[in-house]
T-cell receptor, first 113, second 116 residues
Framework: DGGITQSPKYLFRKEGQNVTLSCEQN?????MYWYRQDPGQGLRLIYY???????QKGDIAEGYSVSREKKESFPLTVTSAQKNPTAFYLC????????????FGPGTRLTVL | AQSVTQLDSQVPVFEEAPVELRCNYS??????LFWYVQYPNQGLQLLLK??????LVESINGFEAEFNKSQTSFHLRKPSVHISDTAEYFC??????????????FGQGTRLTINP
C-alpha cells in the first residue's frame, strides 16, 4: 500500500532534549512538508522540501531543523530552542504544483514533560 | 497573502439533519481550494477540492462544496449527516511558493459533532 508513515505515534521528551520525528513516504512524491497542529489554530507550516538536498523554512521554523537526504524521507528534529514544543506534528507529501493534493501521515503527538 | 477563515469553531447537529460548514478565503491570485477531514488522533484526509471548471464539487461520501468567487466562499454541505461524520473539518487554500512548491494555508478548523 502506498502512503506516508510517521513514527513514533506518541513521544515524550524532557525539557532541554532534542528529539527527531520520522516521516517516510512511498508515493514517489517530490515535495514533502511538516506541519504543527495546536488546538483551535489549524495547521501551520514548519518546513517544506521540493527536492532532495533542498528545503525551505515555513511560517514557524524557529527551534526546528530538517534534512532531506533521500526522496522518501524527511525527518524533523525538535530542538531545545523550541519554546513550546508540545503539539501534534503532521507530515505530508505531494507532487509538485499548486493544484496537487497533499497526502498526510497519521501524525506524532509530542509531549514535553 | 492568502488566508482562510472558518466561521464556526464547533457545529453540533442531530443525525440525519443537514449541515453547512462555512469557509471564506482571501487571495490575490487564482485559487485552488480544499476541504480536509480529520478523525480523532489521525492525519488529514482529502474530502474534496476545487481547481477549476464547475463551481460545485462533490465527494464520494455525500459532501459537496460550492466555490463562490464573488463572495470568496467555499462552504461545505451535506444534506443528511451520520454519526460517522463526527470529525474536525479544515478548509485550505493553495498558495504558490518558491520553486513551484505548494503551501496550504489552513483555516482554524470546525469540529462537527453529530448527536443521535
Amino acid at each position: 500500500d502506498g502512503g506516508i508513515t510517521q513514527s513514533p505515534k506518541y513521544l515524550f521528551r524532557k525539557e532541554g532534549q532534542n528529539v527527531t520525528l520520522s516521516c517516510e513516504q512511498n508515493l514517489n512524491h517530490d515535495a514533502m512538508y511538516w506541519y504543527r497542529q495546536d488546538p483551535g489554530q489549524g495547521l501551520r507550516l514548519i518546513y517544506y522540501s521540493q527536492i532532495v538536498n533542498d528545503f525551505q523554512k515555513g511560517d514557524i521554523a524557529e527551534g526546528y531543523s530538517v534534512s532531506r537526504e533521500k526522496k522518501e524521507s524527511f525527518p524533523l528534529t525538535v530542538t531545545s530552542a523550541q519554546k513550546n514544543p508540545t503539539a501534534f506534528y503532521l507530515c505530508a507529501s505531494s507532487r509538485s504544483g499548486r493544484s496537487d493534493t497533499q497526502y498526510f501521515g497519521p501524525g506524532t503527538r509530542l509531549t514535553v514533560l | 497573502a492568502q488566508s482562510v477563515t472558518q466561521l464556526d469553531s464547533q457545529v453540533p447537529v442531530f443525525e440525519e439533519a443537514p449541515v453547512e460548514l462555512r469557509c471564506n478565503y482571501s487571495s490575490s491570485v487564482s485559487v485552488y481550494l480544499f476541504w480536509y477531514v480529520q478523525y480523532p488522533n489521525q492525519g488529514l484526509q482529502l474530502l474534496l477540492k476545487y481547481l477549476s471548471g464547475s463551481t460545485l464539487v462533490e465527494s464520494i461520501n455525500g459532501f459537496e462544496a460550492e466555490f463562490n468567487k464573488s463572495q470568496t466562499s467555499f462552504h461545505l454541505r451535506k444534506p443528511s449527516v451520520h454519526i460517522s461524520d463526527t470529525a474536525e473539518y479544515f478548509c485550505a487554500v493553495s498558495a504558490g511558493i518558491r520553486g513551484g512548491a505548494q503551501k496550504l494555508v489552513f483555516g482554524q478548523g470546525t469540529r462537527l459533532t453529530i448527536n443521535p
